[in-house]
């Protein structure tokens, strides 16, 4: 397993304004300016294709050219909220595991 002692800097972010940031268990997460979110890790990355893993941040493709506002992350799901740019409303998208219908989609498995 390798493990960085010291901070090392993310050079696939370099030069992005970052307005938040999650870390969960085994991933990863930031909103850069405008609204743009990306994901790093493994789990439920929401990078579709059923992708898993990525060593560096890669963007997530939001439905509706929506922008990320926010990110929480658990080992197996994910929750966004989101807004259209100019809007006042916000939205929730949620991707992963949806057992128990923690997703708050409607699906149980």
Same mark, same amino acid.
């Given at each position: 397993?390798?493990?960085?002692?010291?901070?090392?800097?993310?050079?696939?972010?370099?030069?992005?304004?970052?307005?938040?940031? %999650?870390?969960?268990?085994?991933?990863? %997460?930031c909103? %850069?300016?405008?609204?743009?979110?990306?994901?790093?890790?493994?789990?439920?990355?929401?990078?579709?294709?059923?992708?898993?893993?990525?060593?560096?941040?890669?963007?997530v493709?939001?439905?509706?050219?929506?922008?990320?506002?926010?990110?929480?992350?658990?080992?197996?799901?994910?929750?966004?909220?989101?807004?259209?740019?100019?809007?006042?409303?916000?939205?929730?998208?949620?991707?992963?595991?949806?057992?128990?219908?923690?997703?708050?989609?409607g699906?149980?498995?």
């Amino acid at each position: 397993m390798l493990h960085h002692r010291e901070p090392k800097a993310i050079e696939a972010l370099k030069g992005s304004r970052i307005r938040f940031i %999650a870390a969960g268990e085994f991933c990863s %997460a930031c909103v %850069a300016d405008p609204g743009t979110l990306y994901c790093w890790g493994s789990g439920p990355l929401g990078l579709g294709s059923n992708r898993l893993s990525t060593k560096v941040p890669e963007q997530v493709k939001l439905p509706m050219d929506r922008l990320a506002l926010q990110i929480a992350l658990s080992p197996d799901h994910a929750v966004c909220v989101t807004k259209i740019e100019g809007s006042v409303t916000n939205a929730i998208f949620a991707w992963g595991k949806a057992s128990r219908g923690k997703l708050g989609v409607g699906d149980v498995s």
